[in-house]
């Protein structure tokens, strides 16, 4: 970021200035997780419908942060030490107004594209063919919205020739903002589909809104195909140069013929009339439309067709998520050699630094290409940035990063490639550390991952920690901003890794855990998760370990509530947190309502028990014809806790509602929820709000080719009526797979089509019918997952999806795609 000076903040953004004035600021933060440089930083205190940024200043100022944003509309805050603070009406707005002058001082090309689908591929793909020739700024991640783009902004090299932004809305009225802050030379609409469709009146004003982007552009680039888009821009009135192309009628690139394969499309086209050839190294339909979208800019502005054809040949597949996989000797790996630049390089050590599960951190790191930045200049800014990152080896690959290795404070090895370093490996070098592997496609870090892998089945579990952070800020919507959140994670965080997902919310900063046993929690503790758990099914007997753990159980009857406080007295502990549950309807758990009276003098008599939460468990909230009956609980809850708060004589959390309760009845005025299965993406309510976190993967072990007649499996439970093509899987009823799940009654899909299931379901096979279907051994298989919706299983077999995946054993690798 280009420095600016505290002072030259306030005027732009029209702040009322306190405390030190002296001082450039060249890092922006808005989330405390995320400081890693202090001198030099302000932290933005922003506020959200579900936040408050202002709660977070002290914690900015504990880690270093001695410069804020603050808002006027916010209580008196406290002041701090030789702290600097610009205050203003609106903190966002004052980041946007920050971002807007940044930008007026760019006078490169800015390229903005928006869209329903493929605006991050599109940026990555055209950033990294312009960077071939030119130095380009872009939008790190999906940095699209209203904090996103501005931050983007911010990040822009005034001395680039291209900026290539992309620019998000998800309701009427966004879009001006953006184009205010963007100000694009040229844009890029992708196309239109239905995504935030329910914050528009119809699809025509959708295309309206994102159309605002565009209304000083020079030139914009569409595909005429997309008739929402082509028409609207007929009738718009925007005075930029329209540039298009087409498959279906003459456009300024006309598709003439297209030709693809499993891997590669070739495609043939006019332009400018002449015919010119593409070879495009993927077959799917959205990478050709994105890149024919590419191929248009490029041609458009001046590059020859041979070039471009040099460049798309470099492409890869846009990993828009780094990997977290068990490495071998105890280790974490984090993946990430697709994404080559300083911002992925951010963005990744911040992951490697939330891992809690191993203290020592370490970092494989490749040369990175095209920049277009000098290389002493590159170097010292990584160098910088891992300035006050503690690691315990940093290995560098490559010539550049040899050459300048001098330019880090670091300690570094070098070697000027993968196989120099792999000739040197030995399996002990790495033990009970984090890695993050992030390189250059050319350098092969995928190398290093088979060594460092720990070596499982094909099978893999691939959870998507976006999905969760989806799923849970969907749950947040619903409450009031005090309302505190327990989160689930009993039985293995229903089969997606107890230990890191707990890290994962922890840091995104749930108030508590749950677990259903003491042994869950003490994993929990032991892999250094120190936010509240409480624990719902306590073994009494193991008291002494739920106190040495810092564990605050569930009490839901006499013998326990007698027993565990009789333990605290023996172990002297003055007061110890518990939480109690009251029974009012579910009749599973909790002591009768009936007995609040005696519970509270009980209560009232043992001050070593200190109450932290009065509980209960609604029996059918997702029903609408038993609310009711939900109500009547909630209201049995409110009676008993108001009795007991008022014998005890202190404030007391109270907690009722689960996941389907918090959708239906997010104001009952209670101080908790408890967010179970919908975290994982099940919602009983039937509403679609939130995404399936999981996708079982598996490859073909082998493929066989049948005749009419022959049977397949156990029991010869399928004779062929006729030739057929089968894949044997290595997953079956051993990796949760309902055994009745076979001949037929369950579809897997292969290569993008449907598989069928054929034969009994396997201990550890299941067999696929793939006749039709264009596929090979090895090719990977997706169980279920959101591509594959585990659905209707219910009336076929008394099961729901969330049995299946709670039905995974451990033995089966769980990976963590992150954004």
């Not at 006729?722 to 009654?745: F, M, S, W």
């Amino acid at each position: 970021m280009t420095p600016y000076s505290i002072s030259d903040i306030a005027r732009i953004t029209g702040a009322q200035l306190s405390g030190p004035v002296n001082g450039l600021i060249s890092k922006i933060h808005t989330d405390t997780r995320r400081i890693d440089q202090t001198t030099g930083s302000l932290f933005v205190a922003l506020i959200g419908p579900n936040h408050d940024g202002h709660r977070f200043i002290r914690e900015a100022y504990d880690a270093g942060i001695r410069v804020f944003l603050v808002s006027h509309s916010t209580k008196k805050r406290d002041t701090f030490e030789q702290a600097t603070v610009l205050t203003v009406h609106d903190t966002l707005v004052a980041l946007q107004q920050l971002a807007q002058h940044h930008r007026s001082t760019f006078t490169g090309q800015l390229i903005a594209i928006t869209g329903s689908n493929g605006k991050t591929i599109i940026k990555e793909w055209l950033a990294q063919i312009l960077s071939a020739t030119a130095t380009v700024s872009k939008s790190p991640k999906s940095f699209n919205s209203r904090l996103g783009v501005p931050l983007s902004v911010m990040g822009i090299n005034p001395d680039d020739t291209y900026a290539v932004m992309e620019a998000g809305i998800s309701e009427p009225g966004e879009m001006n903002t953006l184009e205010e802050i963007l100000k694009p030379n040229a844009g890029i609409i992708s196309n239109m589909g239905s995504s935030h469709q329910e914050n528009f009146a119809d699809y025509e004003s959708k295309v309206r809104e994102k159309l605002i982007l565009f209304k000083n552009c020079q030139t914009i680039y569409f595909c005429q195909d997309h008739k929402l888009i082509f028409n609207a821009l007929q009738t718009n009135g925007l005075p930029g140069r329209q540039v298009n192309w087409s498959r279906l009628s003459d456009a300024d690139l006309q598709i003439l013929e297209e030709q693809t394969n499993r891997s590669t499309t070739s495609i043939k086209a006019l332009y400018q009339s002449a015919k010119i050839n593409i070879r495009l190294p993927f077959a799917d339909p959205a990478s050709i439309e994105n890149l024919i979208h590419i191929w248009l800019v490029l041609l458009d502005l001046g590059f020859s067709n041979d070039f471009i054809q040099k460049q798309i040949d470099t492409l890869e597949p846009i990993r828009m998520r780094l990997e977290q996989k068990a490495g071998i000797n105890g280790c974490t790996l984090i993946n990430d050699f697709y994404n080559s630049d300083v911002l992925s390089l951010k963005i990744a050590l911040d992951l490697l630094f939330q891992q809690t599960l191993q203290k020592k951190k370490s970092l494989i790191i490749s040369d990175i290409l095209q920049t277009g930045l000098p290389e002493n200049e590159l170097y010292r800014e990584i160098s910088s940035l891992l300035e006050n990152r503690n690691l315990h080896q940093f290995i560098g690959i490559g010539p550049a990063i040899c050459r300048n290795r001098d330019l880090f404070t670091k300690p570094i090895t070098c070697f000027l490639s993968t196989s120099d370093y792999l000739t040197s490996y030995l399996p002990g070098d790495f033990s009970h550390e984090a890695i993050l592997l992030k390189g250059a496609r050319m350098f092969q870090f995928e190398r290093f991952s088979r060594v460092l892998e720990e070596k499982l089945h094909a099978t893999v579990l691939e959870i998507s920690m976006n999905d969760v952070r989806h799923n849970l800020n969907y749950f947040r919507s619903k409450l009031l901003p005090d309302t505190r959140l327990m989160v689930m994670v009993k039985a293995f965080s229903y089969g997606s890794g107890g230990v890191e997902m707990a890290r994962f919310l922890a840091n995104e900063r749930v108030d508590y855990l749950g677990v259903a046993f003491s042994d869950e929690g003490i994993d929990l503790r032991r892999a250094g998760i120190k936010i509240p758990i409480m624990v719902m099914n306590p073994d009494f007997s193991q008291s002494d370990l739920i106190a040495d753990y810092n564990l605050e159980p569930e009490i839901y009857h006499w013998h326990g509530l007698q027993e565990f406080s009789r333990m605290i007295r023996s172990l002297g502990i003055p007061s110890y947190p518990v939480h109690i549950k009251l029974d009012t309807g579910m009749h599973r758990l909790g002591f009768p309502v009936s007995e609040t009276e005696e519970l509270a003098s009980y209560l009232a008599e043992h001050r070593e028990l200190t109450v932290k939460s009065l509980f209960s468990h609604l029996a059918a909230a997702e029903d609408p014809k038993q609310d009711l009956f939900t109500q009547s609980q909630i209201n049995f809850l409110k009676e008993s806790s108001d009795l007991i708060m008022n014998k005890l004589g202190y404030p007391i959390i109270r907690h009722i509602l689960n996941s389907s309760g918090i959708e239906r009845f997010p104001n009952t005025g209670f101080e908790m929820v408890r967010l179970g299965i919908g975290l994982y993406g099940f919602q009983n309510s039937g509403q679609q709000e939130t995404i399936p976190i999981a996708t079982l993967k598996t490859t073909i072990s082998q493929i066989r080719y049948l005749e009419a007649g022959e049977s397949v499996g156990y029991g010869r439970g399928t004779i062929l009526a006729k030739p057929a093509t089968i894949a044997v899987i290595p997953v079956g009823y051993a990796d949760g797979i309902d055994r009745r799940l076979g001949n037929g009654k369950y579809r897997m899909i292969v290569n993008g089509q449907h598989a069928p299931t054929i034969g009994h379901i396997c201990m550890d096979m299941t067999m696929l019918d793939i006749s039709g279907i264009e596929t090979k051994e090895g090719d990977e298989v997706i169980v279920f997952g959101p591509a594959n919706p585990v659905t209707g299983l219910a009336k076929l077999l008394g099961t729901i999806p969330y049995e299946i995946l709670t039905s995974i054993p451990s033995r089966v690798k769980r990976i963590y795609l992150f954004d």
